[in-house]
């Protein structure tokens, strides 16, 4: 059974604290992507890589950056959080960019105070 | 029941039913969708997707129709269920990178 886990379901960080989201998936899938969704606004890209090491910005990438040191892992970091990084966040991986379906995590609920 | 792209984000429908959800897409050049569903308190999962060269594709209960010229995309579930009951988002696929999504509708089966 495909697997895409995210290390926490739920976070309460501290408005200006370091913030890293853990993904690992055990597909060997090429490609990560990191979304955050909110009401009325879908899922919005922030990053995603297509190979260790590689990344690309996506939609919304103010604020976050990304890191991928190896093929299964994939981190979101919020560099110094904010109110308005509130959120859920989702993890997905896929072997193909564009040209097969994603498949995700859970989901991390963060909320910054 | 029949949903209306992103201006009717609900939708209600008696178990037994069949539904329709819709999803209007922007890029004449996008060449794969998908359809997600998302239970309450989970990621998205795959339902069914669908690519360019086809009208239409089936798979158990559920039917997706992509209709080119008006860049339209519809969800048919058949005998919906109370295990529908989630939110159903269409994703475009438009540069070859990336998907696109709707910001979804919410689907709620009643017995």
């Known amino acids: 059974d495909v697997k895409v886990t995210q290390s926490s379901r739920y976070l309460v960080k501290r408005t200006g604290e370091k913030v890293f989201l853990e993904c690992v998936q055990d597909?060997?899938?090429?490609?990560m992507f990191w979304y955050r969704q909110d009401p009325g606004l879908g899922l919005r890209l922030i990053y995603f890589s297509y190979d260790v090491k590689m990344k690309e910005k996506g939609d919304i990438p103010e604020g976050y950056s990304v890191s991928r040191e190896k093929k299964e892992r994939f981190s979101l970091i919020l560099e110094s959080a904010s109110t308005n990084q509130t959120s859920m966040y989702l993890c997905?991986?896929?072997?193909?960019?564009?040209?097969?379906?994603?498949?995700f995590g859970q989901g991390t609920r963060l909320t910054v105070v | 029941g029949e949903s209306v792209g992103l201006h009717l984000p609900t939708l209600s429908v008696q178990e037994g039913d069949n539904s329709i959800i819709n999803c209007a897409y922007s890029?004449?050049?996008?060449?794969?969708f998908i359809w997600y569903k998302q239970e309450s308190g989970k990621g998205p999962q795959f339902i069914i997707d669908?690519?360019?060269?086809?009208d239409k594709r089936q798979g158990q209960r559920v039917t997706v129709l992509l209709n080119k010229t008006v860049k339209h995309l519809s969800l048919q579930i058949a005998a919906t269920q109370p295990g529908d009951s989630a939110v159903y988002f269409c994703?475009?696929?438009?540069?070859?990178?990336?998907?696109?999504f709707g910001t979804g509708t919410s689907l709620t089966v009643i017995p």
């Open positions: 890029n004449s050049a996008s060449d794969y």
């Open positions: 994703a475009e696929n438009r540069d070859g990178n990336q998907f696109y």
């Open positions: 597909m060997d899938h090429e490609n």
């Open positions: 669908i690519r360019s060269n086809m």
């Open positions: 997905a991986s896929s072997l193909y960019l564009g040209g097969t379906e994603a498949f």
